[in-house]
């Protein structure tokens, strides 16, 4: 170990110690500055020993991409270098980066993502078991309840000639009948039985047309040839993606037609729904990621991908909206479904 040590100013010193990555500065093949990334790469016993060594010892000049630690031990490295001066001197700045290391870090990383997206599946599924589990309580005990106080009530109507009880009836029953026209529409909302008895294209037809009549909208519904029956999961995604759709044209976006089309092609279900509302900025959703309509986008989104499909946004401002999804079918159990094309 033998060679002159310098420091950088303490300007240049600041920043090159404040960086993630190992930096040598050498001068005459000798290391005279190492940042404590550094320190740590080659050096992780004692961190303070590579003042002085020659750059051969560390960064073999032998036409392969290692480098090697004061132990003996060698590593995978790519280095970048670039001529600077130090204390007045030339000298020449390496930055080398531990490749081993980032690649154990780029697949835990992956493997993380797929932790995160078979988690959020789980819980995509858990819930949407918890929305059928609802629609049938709704449906089955409040509905049928309901329903028994609804005769009950016209049976009271029969018996009763006293103008005041008969108008308090007809106002209890009236109640009644909203309250299980409403229920009824709760339980549809949460899990529309269409869906599983009579396939996807059925079940949007009768959500657009409870929305448009809800709402006095111009919603338009294309439906192609589609390979009904699909995977339960595949078209309970679809059916959730078009509602989430529907819902931000109809509060967010101030639409006033919106249009859907949904096809095959090529072995990918292919949706777009289109809006003519105020728009906003695409590239500006990362910045209002917690914002309602940019939660429905990202629920979309991880909809998409738990299936292996992709979904893009396309929007400005005053320029309506754009969301365009493209879904792999699995090739077993499929069948096709006559044509249809609705557009009202």
């Known amino acids: 170990m033998a060679g002159p040590v310098a420091h950088p100013p303490p300007d240049e010193a600041g920043w ?7 930096v040598l500065v050498v ?8 940042n404590p990334a550094a320190r740590v790469l080659f050096d992780p016993s004692s961190r303070t020993a590579l003042l002085g060594e020659r750059l051969t010892r560390l960064l073999p000049n032998d036409g ?6 004061l132990d003996g031990s060698s590593f995978a490295a790519t280095t970048l270098s670039a001529p600077t001066h130090l204390a007045g001197r030339p000298a020449r700045l390496h930055v080398v980066r531990d490749m081993e290391t980032e690649a154990a870090l ?5 493997q993380t993502r797929i932790d995160l997206l078979a988690l959020s599946g789980r819980f995509i599924h858990l819930g949407e078991q918890e929305r059928r589990h609802i629609a049938r309580e709704l449906h089955d005990e409040i509905g049928q309840c309901l329903s028994a106080i609804r005769v009950q009530f016209a049976k009271l109507q029969r018996r009763t000639d006293s103008p005041e009880s008969l108008a308090l009836i007809d106002s209890a029953a009236g109640m009644t009948e909203r309250t299980l026209a409403r229920v009824r529409n709760l339980s549809l909302q949460l899990h529309p039985p269409q869906l599983d008895t009579l396939g996807l294209a059925a079940a949007l037809r009768w959500h657009v047309d409870q929305q448009r009549d809800l709402h006095d909208l111009d919603i338009r519904l ?10 339960p999961d595949l078209g309970i995604a679809v059916y959730r993606i078009v509602q989430e759709s529907l819902s931000n044209a109809l509060h967010h976006a101030a639409a006033a ?3 859907v ?3 095959m092609q090529d072995g990918a279900l292919e949706l777009e729904v289109s809006d003519d509302g105020r728009g906003f900025d695409a590239g500006d959703l990362c910045g209002r990621i917690y914002s309602l309509p940019t939660l429905g986008l990202l629920s979309m989104t991880q909809r998409a991908s738990l299936h292996g499909g992709e979904l893009h946004v396309t929007s400005a401002p005053g320029q309506g909206t754009q969301i365009a999804l493209r879904l792999p079918v699995p090739e077993n159990g499929k069948h096709d479904e006559a044509a249809s094309d609705i557009g009202r």
């Not at 392969?64 to 630690?69: G, K, L, S």
């Open 261 to 263: 089309r949904l096809g």
């Open 64 to 69: 392969t991409a290692t480098a090697v630690r």
């Open 16 to 22: 090159l110690a404040a960086l993630p990555e190992a």
């Open 222 to 231: 294309q439906v192609g040839r589609l390979a009904e029956p699909l995977p």
């Open 106 to 110: 780029r697949e835990g990383l992956d």
């Open 27 to 34: 001068c005459d093949e000798v290391v005279a500055y190492a």
């Open 257 to 259: 037609q919106v249009t």
